[in-house]
């Protein structure tokens, strides 16, 4: 693996999850196999996924669309503040490449920022929590592959604690959205219990409105028109007979 690659895996590794959007993390994180990523070696397949973009990714797969002068001022002075080694990196990629990044970068912190807009606040706090520490991972790791040996197990430790924090924070997150879940499903059983027990005066005023002048309501009215359209399961009559 060359020097090009593992600097890949550090700022895709901080920049692009800087702009993950809202999915199930449990299968990001399997921490029961050993061999599932991000955390199996932090090696360059672990941190393309952790971002949740495939190692294999084609050139000629769609992008997001540019951001402009005005959003991207925005995001930039965001990496430069709390996520320095995505920053860093991205300064030392060719034009082109920048472009692409960019690209990237923008669709995830759309996604990021409509946790915020749809007043999501605790997901979207943890989520910018979850940033800074894979970019302080990253900043570690660098550290790591430059020390001398005897300095390694130290900082070992110190990317172990943050890993350890991140994970915490991933923790967090599902709590938060499995809590969502059973509320969710607590609203939807109180309302069949609602309907269950105003069954009967649903009936009466159901068919007080049938009643009323001829009047069909519009749902009624349009599984009238479906059974008046659909084909007769009744054998045709012969007209000789």
């Known amino acids: 693996m060359n020097r090009r690659m593992i600097h890949l895996g550090i700022v895709v590794l901080v920049a692009v ?11 990001r994180y399997r921490w029961g196999d050993p061999s599932s ?12 996924e952790a971002a949740g973009l495939r190692i294999n990714r084609r050139d000629d797969e ?18 430069k503040r709390e ?30 920022e409509q946790l ?7 997901l979207y706090a943890l989520r910018l ?27 070992r430790q110190q990317i172990r604690l943050k890993v350890r924090e991140q994970m915490q924070v991933v ?20 309302h069949l219990t609602d309907e269950q027990h105003n069954l009967d005066a649903a009936a009466d005023h159901r068919s007080d409105r049938l009643l009323d002048d001829g009047a069909v309501p519009a749902d009624d009215q349009a ?12 054998p045709a009559q012969n007209p000789a007979q």
């Open 37 to 48: 990523r991000p955390y199996y070696m932090w090696g360059m397949r672990g941190m393309m």
């Open 83 to 112: 996520l320095p080694n995505a920053w860093e990196f991205y300064q030392h990629q060719t034009v082109a490449h920048q472009v692409k990044m960019r690209r990237q970068i923008f669709a995830k912190f759309q996604a990021t």
């Open 129 to 155: 929590q979850e940033q800074k520490l894979l970019d302080q991972t990253a900043g570690l790791i660098k550290e790591w592959r430059s020390v001398s040996l005897d300095k390694k197990a130290a900082v």
């Open 223 to 234: 599984a009238m028109s479906e059974q008046a359209s659909a084909p007769s399961t009744q």
């Open 116 to 122: 915020r807009h749809t007043n999501q606040l605790e």
């Open 171 to 190: 923790l967090k997150e599902q709590q938060l959205r499995i809590q969502k879940l059973e509320q969710q499903l607590a609203d939807a059983k109180n």
């Open 17 to 27: 999850p800087l702009l993950l959007p809202a999915q199930d993390v449990s299968r």
């Open 62 to 79: 769609p992008l997001s669309v540019d951001p402009t002068d005005a959003q991207w001022h925005e995001i930039a002075e965001y990496m």
